[in-house]
């Protein structure tokens, strides 16, 4: 099948049921674009073709002998490169860990396997999954950033490598690059996807996230991914969310929405504001649906310093080997966030780790009277340069408090670069998102 690789995994995986298409056709339509345009996009890290293919093979020798078959059976993902995986090594966006290769597959990638899905390769992450970016460039101009840590997730999807991709945020890390890289991206209520065989940053922050290129492909692996381990002590064993099922009812009404400009509003470019603008008009001229613009209570202006105290604080303990044993290996941004780490005090952290719960109960509380916040994934497109991977700071309020984040391609800027909108719901409420998500795009698509 011609340009197979531009098919949604939706899509794809109706071919492959179909006949129309084998798994093995899939994966080097994957390679053919990949040698189209990986030199100048950078988004793998590691990729081994005879790997994938052969990975490919034996799905379509499932297929042809009638055995089970999984959600994502046949379907390339991209896994990014501070996941574990026991075929490919695993760097970190590193060279502490070169050369470093897993013996076991972390939890998520074992449920990925096990669903039938084809490990295409590793995508590039920044150092550490901090800020100091890869190599990876931003596919709509790759005189700019893509956004980070999950760079090279983002990138992959967006340039047609792959349909599917799965990254990280601690911050902004899987938003971010969605919203610059103009892609579907998830970041699943906290502790609703496994950690474990995954890099630690910050254990009250570190959220797996998910790439697509639309709200039906993202919904497909959330599905698979969303299942309880007893390996990562933050999860729940609770019963998984059913995303597709449930995005596919019927609204029982129309959502009301709040339209939060958040602190850090001031900061957001002009034509940023004026795209929200356009699009709470067009939502509000139907009498039926509200868009309510809304600002947070003042205290939500120091949540910044303390998700950053968390952060830098975790940083500290977490690479606290490779600061002493490596400190030359590491970037001085990274350093930097270490060393400022290492002075937060016991009681400093313990307070911001309980203002965040103070935070988190008001935002439970605003979410019984409001479906879903929008607001802006970034400040705007994607900055120019590839030496910083842009600003987190329209992340942080939601990522602190653990709140379920699809970003919308919706906007562009005055230079075509995508602008992500940010649809934020109630923790736990992560299929109710998804369905209010898709009502959102049907309404402007009318």
Same mark, same amino acid.
């Given at each position: 099948?011609?340009?197979?690789?531009?098919?949604?995994?939706?899509?794809?995986?109706?071919?492959?049921?179909?006949?129309?298409?084998?798994?093995?056709?899939?994966?080097? &339509?994957?390679?053919?674009?990949?040698?189209?345009?990986?030199?100048?996009?950078?988004?793998? $890290?590691?990729?081994?073709?005879?790997?994938?293919?052969?990975?490919?093979?034996?799905?379509?020798?499932?297929?042809?002998? #009638?055995?089970? /078959? #999984?959600?994502?059976?046949?379907?390339?993902?991209?896994?990014?490169?501070?996941?574990?995986?026991?075929?490919?090594?695993?760097?970190?966006?590193?060279?502490? %860990?070169?050369?470093?290769?897993?013996?076991?597959?972390?939890?998520?990638?074992?449920?990925?396997?096990? *669903?039938?899905?084809?490990?295409?390769?590793?995508?590039?992450?920044?150092?550490?999954?901090? @800020?100091?970016?890869?190599?990876?460039?931003?596919?709509?101009?790759?005189?700019?950033?893509?956004?980070?840590?999950?760079?090279?997730?983002?990138?992959?999807?967006? =340039?047609?490598?792959? =349909?599917?991709?799965?990254?990280?945020?601690?911050?902004?890390?899987?938003?971010?690059?969605?919203?610059?890289?103009?892609?579907?991206?998830?970041?699943?209520?906290? &502790?609703?996807?496994?950690?474990?065989?995954?890099?630690?940053?910050?254990?009250?922050?570190?959220?797996?996230?998910?790439? =697509?290129?639309?709200?039906?492909?993202?919904?497909?692996?959330? +599905?698979?991914?969303?299942? %309880?381990?007893?390996? +990562?002590?933050?999860?729940?064993?609770?019963?998984?969310?059913?995303? *597709?099922?449930?995005?596919?009812?019927?609204?029982?009404?129309?959502?009301?929405? =709040?339209?939060?400009?958040?602190?850090?509003?001031?900061?957001?470019?002009?034509?940023?504001?004026?795209?929200?603008?356009?699009?709470?008009?067009?939502?509000?001229?139907?009498?039926?649906?509200?868009?309510?613009?809304?600002?947070?209570? $003042?205290?939500?202006?120091?949540?910044?310093?303390?998700?950053?105290?968390?952060?830098?604080?975790?940083?500290? $303990?977490?690479?606290?080997?490779?600061?002493? +044993?490596?400190?030359?290996?590491?970037?001085?941004?990274?350093?930097?966030?270490?060393?400022?780490?290492?002075?937060? /005090?016991?009681?400093?952290?313990?307070?911001?780790?309980?203002?965040?719960?103070? @935070?988190?109960? %008001?935002?439970?509380?605003?979410?019984?009277? @409001?479906?879903?916040?929008?607001?802006?994934?970034?400040?705007?497109?994607?900055?120019?340069?590839?030496?910083?991977?842009?600003?987190?700071?329209?992340?942080?309020?939601?990522?602190?408090?653990?709140?379920?984040?699809?970003?919308?391609?919706?906007?562009?800027?005055? +230079?075509?670069?995508?602008?992500?909108?940010?649809?934020?719901?109630?923790? #736990?409420?992560?299929?109710?998102?998804?369905?209010?998500?898709?009502?959102?795009?049907?309404?402007?698509?009318?």
């Amino acid at each position: 099948m011609k340009n197979a690789n531009l098919l949604s995994a939706v899509e794809a995986r109706e071919a492959l049921e179909e006949g129309i298409l084998t798994s093995v056709e899939l994966v080097e &339509a994957c390679f053919e674009r990949i040698d189209e345009v990986e030199e100048s996009i950078g988004a793998w $890290a590691h990729l081994d073709r005879e790997t994938a293919l052969e990975q490919a093979r034996q799905a379509d020798s499932f297929r042809r002998r #009638g055995l089970p /078959l #999984g959600a994502l059976h046949g379907l390339p993902v991209g896994i990014k490169d501070i996941i574990d995986t026991s075929d490919y090594p695993t760097e970190r966006g590193s060279v502490i %860990y070169q050369g470093r290769t897993p013996t076991t597959d972390a939890t998520l990638v074992s449920l990925l396997r096990e *669903a039938g899905a084809i490990i295409l390769g590793k995508t590039v992450t920044t150092e550490l999954a901090v @800020y100091t970016p890869g190599k990876t460039r931003n596919p709509h101009n790759t005189d700019h950033t893509p956004g980070g840590s999950s760079s090279g997730s983002a990138a992959a999807v967006a =340039a047609g490598m792959v =349909a599917l991709s799965v990254g990280t945020q601690t911050n902004g890390s899987v938003i971010r690059p969605a919203s610059y890289c103009g892609v579907y991206g998830f970041k699943p209520s906290f &502790a609703r996807i496994s950690r474990s065989g995954i890099m630690t940053q910050s254990k009250p922050l570190d959220t797996v996230g998910v790439f =697509a290129r639309s709200l039906e492909d993202l919904a497909l692996i959330s +599905d698979v991914l969303m299942r %309880y381990d007893s390996q +990562d002590n933050d999860m729940k064993p609770v019963a998984p969310p059913c995303i *597709a099922q449930v995005m596919a009812e019927d609204v029982p009404v129309n959502p009301h929405f =709040a339209f939060v400009r958040t602190p850090m509003w001031g900061q957001v470019e002009q034509s940023t504001k004026d795209g929200f603008r356009e699009l709470i008009d067009s939502v509000n001229k139907e009498n039926s649906v509200i868009i309510d613009v809304v600002d947070l209570p $003042a205290q939500f202006g120091d949540i910044y310093k303390d998700h950053r105290n968390i952060m830098e604080t975790d940083l500290a $303990a977490s690479f606290a080997k490779e600061y002493r +044993d490596s400190k030359s290996q590491l970037s001085a941004e990274l350093c930097e966030m270490i060393e400022r780490g290492q002075k937060v /005090l016991a009681m400093e952290y313990n307070a911001s780790l309980s203002k965040i719960e103070e @935070y988190s109960e %008001y935002l439970n509380d605003f979410f019984d009277e @409001y479906d879903a916040i929008l607001t802006p994934s970034t400040p705007g497109a994607a900055p120019a340069g590839i030496d910083n991977t842009g600003s987190p700071i329209m992340n942080t309020i939601w990522t602190s408090c653990g709140v379920p984040v699809i970003n919308l391609p919706l906007l562009q800027n005055l +230079d075509g670069l995508p602008v992500g909108v940010q649809i934020v719901a109630g923790k #736990g409420d992560d299929a109710r998102l998804f369905r209010t998500s898709r009502w959102l795009l049907e309404f402007l698509n009318d």
